[in-house]
């Protein structure tokens, strides 16, 4: 378990558990995207460092472009509930609970 | 016989009957017409066939449908299937005539295309049912005929009481379809045929042991029971008088109803060795045609006595039909053919009077003598016929049907069919009293029909009249095409002739004491141990509450059972348990969806690191140890 222990994988440790902080703890819906990017890029850090070769350099790829994606439609998600709503908070939202 | 005979037997009555509607929809006033010239076509076709039948040819032709199951379009005219076929297809041709003007005055309320359309696919049926060889082509035919009397007995659809006795037609005669498909499947396991005249030249020539035909001959007495209205599956018929008039002339007089005797004319040869099968039928005819004649003695409803009537003439039918294949068959087919034709003309006037009357009921009738001259003198050959009068038809086909009795020495049988044709004699004598001669206070309106309605009954009165001389001709048929059959001449015929001659005096006597002390007799029936029997007539002989009676009980216990262990078990294991429990299950879980993001997130990351630990457990375990 030791080869998995430098410098790479602290900083994806450090850059996940920010994430996971962020979205635990913000009400704020942005915040959390802002959150999900660094969780997500924690894992692409991870694809480069363990990886080698051509196979993890197009798998990251991928993972960056549907990154994008889920960014454009969850903004677009949040830009429609604060038209709808008037807010971006989760906290005042629950009334969609089901 | 014309070039694509077979094809044109088919084809013109279902082509008409499909067209029919399409024809009264762009020509309302000429469908009537339409049907005509299709029934006319058909009668066409089938009177070509009589020249071949005649110089003895039987033709046949198998269309091949599915050769592997025996399932193929198969025709064998003989004298028997052609005389019903001519039967089915000249009535039919006068009852559709008589149709255009009877119908008319429904044609507001209800749509005659319906009506035109049944007629001539019932046609077509009962020819196809008459002339083919194969029984589950048969069958098929049999079912379609007992569709369109369904459809027909319940024509005035909005009529509860024709609507309940089109089911309870369908209904009854039902029991006796599904014996008959019981039967034809046996005789076909034990034969590996469906080809009438294969198995009966496996009989014939004995390759085939009839020991074992038992089960399927007392399934096919069944069917032939329910068709033809015989005890005890006869409750159908007098209700079925719910139709219009020319239906009850056509399917419950002349054609429908002798497709149960035909069905064991043509099955016979099979089953003759078969153990009391001839006994069983003639004791069926013989009981049945002693209590429908007492049923139609006090009946008031001119339909209904008719109906009555038909089933007692019927029972003569299976009566003659006992004597065997030397003596029974012809003198049944003879007296088919006789009861045919008188039976739908007095149908047809019965239709008239009722027509004119406006009730069915006899009592609402009465000196109707003046007022319908022609239809009175139709009745009277319809009657005279009936009632066996010499020279009427009725009085050749009875004397046959009695000298064929003694010839077999079926000595009891003579004697029913002798008491029964005074009863018959009585019954219809009455019926002429109360329609057309009793006085009345009040006059009754009664006009005679118009000319449409008339020349049908005029063909049919001359049939009456004439057709008892043509036995000899019809025996020619029969001889001709390979039936073994024979009229009984000498020392019994005579015998009969007397007997019905005496029966025919004793009849007039009784029925002038009945005229001349009506009031005495009606008091009579209402009193002591006569007013039970004469209640117990005219309720039927309760075979109708005993059926209700079972019937009913069949429906308590079927609702019994629907209580306790449908809606008892069944749904409350489904439902309650099955369905209730998951309900509940997820009433328990659903505190944990919050709808909280973070909380879940919170879950989901817990998760995350559980499943990380069991991934790495391994690796964990082995640092710890490899630490020590």
């Given at each position: 378990m030791t080869e998995y222990l430098n410098a790479y994988t602290l900083l994806v440790l450090i850059l996940i558990l920010?994430?996971?902080?962020?979205?635990?703890?913000?009400?704020?819906?942005i915040k959390m995207i802002i959150g999900i990017e660094i969780l997500s890029k924690g894992v692409t850090l991870n694809?480069?460092?363990t990886g080698y070769g051509g196979i993890a350099q197009a798998l990251v790829i991928v993972v960056i472009v549907i990154d994008v994606v889920i960014v454009a439609i969850a903004l677009s998600l949040i830009v429609n509930a604060y038209t709808h709503h008037g807010v971006i908070n989760l906290k005042k939202l629950k009334r969609l609970r089901g | 016989m014309l070039p694509y005979t077979y094809l044109l037997l088919i084809a013109i009555p279902f082509i008409g009957a499909a067209l029919t509607p399409l024809v009264g929809h762009f020509f309302p006033r000429a469908k009537g017409w339409f049907a005509v010239a299709c029934a006319a076509l058909s009668a066409v076709v089938v009177v070509s066939i009589i020249?071949?039948?005649?110089?003895?040819y039987t033709p046949g032709y198998t269309y091949l449908w599915n050769d592997a199951i025996g399932l193929n379009l198969t025709f064998y005219i003989d004298a028997l299937g052609l005389l019903l076929a001519l039967i089915a297809t000249i009535i039919g041709l006068l009852v559709v005539i008589y149709s255009v003007k009877y119908m008319e005055t429904d044609e507001k309320k209800y749509n005659l295309s319906r009506y035109y359309s049944l007629v001539l696919l019932f046609i077509g049926a009962m020819v196809c049912l008459v002339l083919t060889d194969n029984l589950l082509v048969l069958y098929f035919f049999w079912e379609i005929v007992g569709l369109c009397s369904y459809a027909l007995i319940g024509y005035y659809y909005d009529d509860p009481k024709a609507a309940k006795a089109g089911m309870k037609a369908f209904v009854t005669t039902r029991v006796g379809d599904a014996f008959l498909l019981i039967g034809i499947i046996v005789l076909y396991w034990q034969t590996k045929s469906f080809n009438i005249q294969e198995i009966i030249l496996a009989v014939e020539t004995g390759s085939i042991s009839v020991s074992s035909f038992a089960l399927p001959g007392a399934c096919f007495i069944l069917g032939a029971i329910g068709k033809s209205a015989q005890i005890p599956l006869h409750v159908w018929l007098p209700d079925a008088m719910e139709a219009p008039s020319p239906i009850s002339a056509l399917i419950h007089a002349a054609t429908m109803v002798n497709a149960g005797i035909y069905l064991i004319?043509?099955?016979m040869p099979i089953f003759i060795d078969v153990q009391y099968w001839l006994l069983a039928i003639g004791i069926i005819g013989g009981v049945t045609m002693l209590i429908t004649a007492i049923q139609a003695l006090v009946e008031i409803d001119l339909k209904r006595l008719l109906a009555y009537s038909t089933i007692s003439q019927l029972a003569y039918l299976m009566l003659a039909a006992s004597f065997g294949v030397t003596y029974g068959l012809f003198s049944s087919s003879f007296h088919l053919l006789v009861h045919g034709t008188f039976k739908a003309l007095l149908f047809l006037c019965a239709g008239a009077i009722i027509h004119s009357v406006g009730s069915r009921s006899m009592m609402d009738m009465g000196g109707l003598k003046n007022k319908m001259r022609y239809t009175f003198w139709m009745t009277m050959f319809g009657a005279f016929a009936l009632a066996g009068i010499f020279p009427f038809g009725g009085f050749w086909s009875k004397d046959l049907?009695?000298?064929s009795a003694l010839k077999t020495s079926h000595y009891l049988f003579f004697i029913v069919a002798a008491f029964t044709a005074?009863?018959?004699?009585?019954?219809?004598?009455r019926m002429i009293y109360l329609v057309f001669y009793r006085k009345r206070d009040d006059e009754v309106e009664a006009h005679d029909p118009s000319i449409i309605m008339l020349v049908p009954l005029f063909i049919l009165g001359i049939g009456a009249l004439t057709l008892g001389f043509f036995e000899h001709t019809l025996l020619h048929f029969f001889t001709n095409s390979n039936m073994h059959v024979e009229v009984v001449e000498g020392l019994e015929y005579f015998i009969s002739v007397g007997a019905s001659i005496t029966i025919m005096v004793i009849g007039f006597l009784i029925f002038r004491y009945y005229v001349h002390n009506r009031d005495k007799l009606i008091a009579l029936s209402k009193s002591g141990i006569t007013s039970s029997l004469y209640s117990a007539a005219s309720n039927g002989f309760y075979f109708d509450r005993f059926y209700l009676w079972l019937i009913g009980g069949?429906?308590?216990?079927?609702?019994?059972?629907?209580?306790?262990?449908d809606i008892g078990a069944t749904d409350r294991f489904c439902y309650e348990t099955v369905a209730g429990g998951t309900?509940?299950?997820g009433q328990k879980f659903r505190h944990a969806q919050t709808g909280d993001l973070n909380y879940n997130m919170v879950g989901i990351v817990i998760g995350a690191i559980l499943v990380t630990i069991l991934i790495f457990l391994p690796s964990i375990i082995d640092f710890l140890m490899g630490g020590v």
């Open positions: 920010i994430g996971l902080y962020c979205l635990i703890s913000k009400r704020n819906m694809f480069i460092a | 020249p071949d039948v005649w110089n003895g004319l043509r099955v049907i009695f000298a005074l009863l018959t004699l009585l019954y219809t004598l069949l429906l308590a216990t079927g609702r019994t059972v629907y209580h306790k262990f309900i509940k299950l």
